[in-house]
């Protein structure tokens, strides 16, 4: 097979860039098609910040009767970069593939020659040109709908990547549960010995008074993630810019905030799936959209919420304040008319094994879905190491 591989350059290969996704797994009842906006917004600067720390480019292929049968994005990021790295490691993204090795290599060659000009000498993928809350990792078990901005891939995808000689760099894991489940006993336990100390308090979020929360959202990301796996601080106006982007779907009821003597130790953030909203509109979110969009969410709203962060302040890790949350959450989730029937916790590196452990003792949970970040090294000969352990 003839293959033509193709840059994007103006606004009709950006339009077969998303279509591209399309053609291949529009036949796949589990996709889920992603906003083309929120696509858009990875490649534009004016809306990416990551733009101020690196370039990315993006090519299409085609075989020889001019049909899409792939696409791939290549970027440099100077704030790119995992623990215990020694060398510079660019990123590939957006990949999407028909089942074909030879496609999926030409396809992954253009990106490594591309990122060896900027000085590279590997590449991680698929990941995102920004931030890791998205379009990052390649799922290798639980190819069920994805949720919102997560990367979605058939299983052969799996294939294409290992035979091009990626390597499991880290697993990332997904945990969910039945949402009107009993928690564990030995959780309960905690929180009723927590729920009595007058010291100890819990809030769920205030939509009038989201100033406040920022406060406390930084107060507990700073001291429980800054400087890990290359995170960096969060301030204030960056925390009520995220807010304000969550307040139109943001349930009160399953975002809540701990308290020591009135000082924010922990929080549990989470949303709606809105994805249950997004999968009937077809990429699109024009005004009919946007309408159908407030309507679902009055008449037909989501049955699931998905977890986006759950952070412990170091001083008060493993001394229960999860469970304590988990508690007062259980508290308000599970009482009539029962709208919330599943939950889903955003992936965690397998290279933080004591956030696994906190989203394992949540209760009965599972481990719903696995991506994999992999790794390739320019220089064949080179030991791989894969991400260590956060301690």
């Not at 990052?136 to 190819?143: A, P, R, S």
């Not at 929180?191 to 308090?201: E, G, T």
């Not at 249950?276 to 009919?288: C, D, E, I, T, V």
């Not at 939950?343 to 397998?350: A, C, F, K, P, R």
Request: aromatic fraction near 14%; include cysteine; proline fraction near 5%.
């Amino acid at each position: 097979m003839n293959m033509q591989i193709i840059p994007v350059t103006d606004n009709i290969t950006a339009t077969e860039f998303i279509q591209t996704s399309v053609v291949i797994l529009k036949n796949d009842p589990n996709w889920v098609r992603p906003l083309d906006k929120d696509i858009n917004e990875v490649f534009d600067k004016t809306k990416n910040k990551a733009f101020r720390f690196g370039e990315i480019t993006r090519w299409i292929l085609k075989d020889d009767s001019g049909n899409l049968i792939g696409r791939i994005a290549a970027f440099i990021n100077k704030k790119y970069k995992s623990k215990g790295d020694d060398v510079p490691v660019g990123g590939i993204g957006f990949f999407e593939c028909i089942n074909n090795q030879d496609a999926a290599d030409l396809l992954f060659d253009n990106a490594k020659h591309w990122l060896i000009q900027k000085g590279m000498e590997a590449m991680d993928g698929p990941i995102n040109f920004g931030e890791r809350d998205r379009w990052w990792g390649l799922i290798t078990k639980g190819f069920t709908p994805p949720l919102y901005c997560m990367n979605y891939n058939p299983p052969y995808y799996v294939t294409l990547f290992e035979n091009y000689g990626f390597k499991l760099f880290y697993n990332q894991v997904c945990f969910a549960l039945e949402a009107q489940k009993q928690i564990a006993q030995k959780t309960r336990d905690r929180h009723k010995v927590l729920d009595a100390d007058p010291d100890i308090s819990c809030e769920t979020i205030k939509k009038n008074n989201l100033e406040k929360y920022a406060n406390d959202f930084v107060e507990v990301y700073n001291k429980a993630w800054a400087g890990h796996g290359g995170l960096k601080q969060m301030n204030k106006d960056q925390v009520m810019l995220m807010f304000k982007k969550m307040k139109p779907v943001m349930d009160e009821i399953i975002t809540y905030f701990a308290y020591y003597k009135g000082t924010a130790i922990g929080m549990f953030i989470n949303l709606p799936d809105i994805n249950q909203y997004f999968k009937h509109m077809n990429g699109k979110f024009g005004l009919l959209q946007k309408l159908e969009f407030l309507w679902r969410q009055k008449f037909r709203p989501a049955r699931k919420f998905v977890g986006l962060v759950f952070g412990i302040v170091p001083e008060w890790q493993g001394k229960g304040i999860d469970s304590y949350i988990i508690g007062e959450c259980q508290k308000l989730v599970q009482v009539p008319p029962y709208l919330y029937q599943e939950y889903e916790i955003q992936w965690i590196g397998d290279f933080n094994p004591k956030m696994i452990n906190v989203a394992e003792n949540f209760g009965d949970t599972y481990r719903s879905r696995n991506l994999v970040t992999y790794r390739y090294l320019f220089d064949r000969t080179k030991e791989f190491k894969r991400h260590p352990i956060l301690t």
